[in-house]
């Protein structure tokens, strides 16, 4: 990340070079070892020692994720309408943990992990660290914190497989369990489909991350919207 970084700042803007691709390609895949790394961190604490025995209380990228649904499948989703979907997985064993706060508390640590990640991209350039001539280098770090965001809001989304589901999982009946088992398979997909066929749905969730890079002086909508242009260098 930090080497296609160097590169990204030395490319003339506008120059539809594929750094910005790979660059904000990498720090997706970062943020997705961090995400799930919160899991782990916050499980083994929670009294689940499994984590540690199947090495996920490492930043080792190939304990978290899977060639197609960790990689492939959100950098094609990305490409097609700019929407930051998870991707990793921890396996974590809830009655180990010691309660069901805790259990909340473990899916809540993922975007948790997400939120951070995102102000420390953030903070460099809202305090001047980071930005003047370096267009397509604070351009990308604002995108990729810019996913984050989006990636937060649909992680919260209270729908099984996700982690807004998994938080309150814990507190609802065996009946509604049920139910949601059933729903479960096809949420993802249907996720999916809602979020590329109804622009409206879209651009709302694209509306907060605006507000929240906006939010600490950093001017979102437009970075983002430069950079995404320079991501798909295929176009120019």
């Known amino acids: 990340m930090v080497v296609f970084g160097w590169l990204l700042r030395d490319a003339e803007p506008f120059s539809g070079t594929p750094w910005m691709f790979v660059f904000v390609v990498w720090g997706w895949i970062l943020s997705l070892v961090l995400h799930e790394f919160g899991h782990a961190f916050v499980a083994f604490s929670a009294g689940d020692y499994s984590v540690q025995e199947k090495g996920y209380l490492t930043l080792d990228v190939t304990k978290y994720v899977h060639p197609v649904m960790s990689i492939l499948l959100p950098i094609v989703i990305l490409v097609a309408g700019g929407i930051a979907l998870p991707g990793g997985a921890v396996w974590v064993q809830p009655m180990a943990m010691r309660s069901r706060g805790w259990r909340t508390a473990v899916s809540l640590a993922g975007p948790a992990m997400n939120l951070l990640f995102a102000l420390f991209l953030l903070v460099p350039v809202r305090i001047g660290w980071i930005g003047g001539d370096n267009v397509n280098l604070t351009a990308g770090i604002v995108l990729i914190a810019w996913f984050q965001i989006v990636a937060i809001v649909l ?45 409206d749905a879209a651009e709302a969730l694209f509306g907060i991350a605006d507000r929240f890079t906006g939010a600490q002086d950093v001017p979102g909508e437009v970075w983002a919207s430069y950079a995404l242009s320079q991501f798909e260098f295929w176009s120019w």
């Not at 099984?160 to 589901?165: E, K, N, V």
């Open 155 to 199: 992680n919260l989304l209270p729908i099984p497989g996700l982690d807004g589901f998994g938080a309150i999982e814990p507190w609802l009946s065996p009946s509604v369990l049920q139910k949601a088992d059933q729903f479960r398979p096809y949420s993802f997909v249907l996720l999916i489909a809602v979020l590329i066929g109804v622009p």
